[in-house]
């Protein structure tokens, strides 16, 4: 049966390279067989389906043009050879150069629209997704009653075929494990089904004594269709996995956009202690609102220990962490203890295995001078009722005496790159909805073209004079904690209703949160509730082609030293589910503020029809904006075309090459030669 699969593959990809030439005719009686052209663009035919929107969601966040059809709009336009195709400069051209619809054939039985469409992928060799059917015999299976299942699929343990591995889905390392998050909801149904003729199974599933496809290919009446007979949406892990390989198979390898899998994590605050949760007020000591908590301040600071700690654990996971330093502030504390500072001296001395960042010196509130007698605290107003702010001489100094205490001890950092402590300075809603109007001028005295922002509250990227900022996620690791007991005591606080001793926030903001059913254990709650929640969360952004960095605070590696769990699930996890050849990328702030910057300019391009780009036989041409750079993806042994001679496109991910790129020096265009 293998044997008979790959024959039947390598006779599908022979018949669509030779579908590559159409004949046009000539003044004489002889045809004249022309290479067409294959605009690099999806057509998405839209039913509404939550399926459709994930693969959609899928090629608008990796760069890959569409154009979507929604079957509800009466307006909408008639899909026919006209709108498939046309002639540009005496040259056939195909519009899209794959196909995405809700199921093998939404306009019902006999439909001239499905008419068209067959005919145009059998002409132009285009692919076609069916993004959620049921197992047919119609799309290459067998009905579910010979030897298949259908229903819920909630925990199935799916696994990648060797026809899979040598396919669109070689990036995988093998298992597709359906999520099952709930035993109470059902997150996942669908239909696995016996291959049949022309049926290449890429992803199947334990049913009785043998297995059935979930995923694969269909090769008939010279096109290509691939099957999934799964439900899902764009967040669920079972699909976060296969979207790449659904873009690829697509697109045969050949298309605008990229996708990455990214994961890096800053640590705030180090060298400075950190406040501590109390239990018994349910506040933190030292914080202004925190009622009756005078004389009951206690802190959380690494220790030697934890300094060494971090390091091995690095060279183990292969993980290297940013340091956000206040250097200020660790020479504080040093002073108030004797002058005697191991944790600083180890991490000090193992400077070289960790990237570094400015947190600034002292980590004070850069934006509006406080007012805290009231709470929530306000900014204070001067005589005449303005807003006072510190001043752009006191925060220049904040980053620059950071920075020569850095250097000064042989730190490494690059200056282009800050954030502020509690990312203070940018607009703080509700109390200060603008930018302190002194931070761009400090940012700009001091080089800085990077700035650290809150994804929860800014998740674009925006200017702040002549820096932009780049979003981090914040992760739900508290800074003022130290033990998992106090993790999870303020989990509950937080989490839970009234009734059961909590805060009550959850009930009185049911659209943002939901109460838990009732308190955690504090002394095993956060390892088995909040780690698996908060990896999850984690992974979910990793897998999401989502460049923008992870924070927590040094905190976090002090005492029961809480991080370590999150991050070693989230990186074992992810190393089981992806092959070598996909590895994750720890990037420095900077590289994502370039990548975020990027992106937004592409999206610009493509909203505004401003990119030309196509398939010649072997040759691919892209023509965007001057000073947009493109993404592009394609296949192993591409060259790009120089003024003279050719070069190697792009870098290796996930068995395809892909950069951003844009035309050479005298050129007006990228050109790209396909092995």
Same mark, same amino acid.
């Given at each position: ?72 709009? $009466? ?10 195709? #046309?002639?540009? #400069?005496?040259? !056939? ?79 995988? $390392?093998?298992?597709? =494990? ?42 008939? #009446? ?34 605008? $956009? ?93 400077? /070289? ?43 220049? /100094? ?31 809603? %509700? ?5 302190? %109007? ?42 003022? =904690? ?17 009734? #059961? ?81 996909? !590895? ?66 792009? =870098?290796?991910?996930?068995? =395809? ?19």
């Amino acid at each position: 049966m293998v044997n008979k699969n790959r024959m039947n593959r390598v006779a599908a990809a022979m018949a669509a390279a030779t579908l590559m030439s159409v004949a046009v005719p000539a003044a004489s009686a002889e045809a004249v067989v022309v290479t067409p052209r294959i605009d690099l663009r999806v057509l998405v035919v839209d039913d509404g389906g939550s399926s459709v929107e994930a693969i959609t969601a899928e090629l608008r966040d990796t760069g890959v043009p569409y154009t979507r059809v929604d079957l509800s709009s $009466g307006s909408r336009p008639v899909i026919n050879a006209a709108y498939l195709s #046309d002639t540009v #400069d005496g040259r !056939p051209r195909a519009k899209f150069q794959g196909v995405v619809l809700p199921n093998e054939n939404p306009f019902g039985a006999g439909s001239a629209e499905m008419t068209a469409l067959a005919a145009y992928e059998t002409t132009y060799g285009i692919r076609q997704v069916d993004a959620y059917t049921w197992s047919h015999p119609g799309v290459g299976l067998e009905y579910t009653d010979n030897g298949g299942y259908s229903g819920t699929l909630d925990g199935t343990q799916a696994a990648v075929t060797a026809a899979g591995k040598t396919g669109p889905f070689g990036y995988l $390392g093998g298992q597709v =494990t359906f999520e099952d998050n709930s035993p109470l909801v059902p997150e996942s149904y669908g239909f696995m089904g016996k291959p049949r003729t022309g049926y290449t199974s890429y992803l199947d599933a334990p049913v009785g004594s043998g297995r059935a496809s979930l995923v694969g290919e269909y090769a008939h #009446d010279g096109r290509s269709e691939l099957v999934v007979t799964f439900g899902y949406n764009q967040y669920q892990q079972q699909f976060r996995l296969l979207a790449r390989g659904i873009v690829e198979w697509l697109t045969q390898g050949v298309h605008l $956009g990229q996708e990455r899998n990214y994961f890096a994590v800053h640590v705030d605050d180090v060298f400075a202690p950190d406040a501590r949760w109390s239990k018994e007020l349910n506040c933190t000591p030292g914080d202004y609102a925190c009622a009756g908590g005078e004389g009951q301040e206690s802190t959380i600071r690494m220790t030697a220990a934890d300094a060494q700690y971090a390091a091995q654990w690095q060279t183990s996971k292969n993980f290297k962490l940013d340091m956000l330093f206040n250097a200020g502030a660790g020479e504080e504390w040093k002073a108030e203890h004797g002058g005697v500072d191991a944790m600083t001296a180890q991490l000090v001395a193992d400077r /070289a295995k960790y990237r570094w960042m400015n947190h600034t010196y002292t980590h004070p509130f850069l934006g509006c001078v406080q007012d805290t007698t009231t709470s929530p605290w306000t900014c204070k107003k001067n005589a005449q009722g303005v807003i006072q702010y510190m001043s752009r001489a006191e925060i220049s /100094a904040q980053i620059r005496d950071n920075n020569n205490w850095a250097a000064a001890k042989g730190i490494t950092t690059d200056r282009t790159e800050l954030v502020t402590g509690e990312h203070s300075g940018l607009k703080t809603a %509700p109390q200060q909805p603008v930018d302190n %109007p002194n931070l761009a001028g400090a940012l700009a005295d001091n080089g800085v073209k990077w700035a650290g922002s809150d994804n929860s509250r800014e998740p674009a990227q925006r200017a702040v004079g002549a820096a932009l900022t780049v979003p981090r996620h914040p992760m739900n690791v508290y800074y003022n =904690t130290g033990t998992n007991a106090e993790m999870a005591d303020e989990y509950n606080w937080i989490y839970t209703s009234r009734a #059961d001793g909590g805060s009550g926030a959850c009930e009185d903001n049911p659209a943002t949160s939901t109460c838990l059913p009732a308190p955690l254990d504090v002394n095993t709650g956060y390892t088995n509730y909040i780690v698996p929640q908060e990896a999850r969360t984690a992974l979910r952004h990793v897998l999401a082609n989502d460049p923008r960095p992870h924070y927590v605070h040094q905190s976090n590696l002090a005492e029961d030293r809480t991080l370590y769990p999150v991050l070693n699930q989230v990186l074992d996890t992810y190393r089981t589910l992806y092959a070598p050849s996909a !590895p994750i990328v720890n990037q420095t702030m900077k590289d994502t503020g370039v990548e975020l910057t990027r992106r937004a300019a592409w999206d610009k391009a493509i909203a505004n029809n401003q990119v030309t780009a196509y398939r010649i036989g072997k040759d691919v041409t892209v023509k965007a904006p001057s000073g947009v750079v493109a993404p592009i993806t394609a296949p192993n042994g591409t060259k790009k075309q120089l003024v003279l001679g050719t070069a190697d496109f792009g =870098t290796a991910y996930a068995g =395809t090459r892909s950069a951003w790129t844009g035309p050479e020096l005298l050129q007006s265009a990228v050109t790209l030669k396909l092995l």
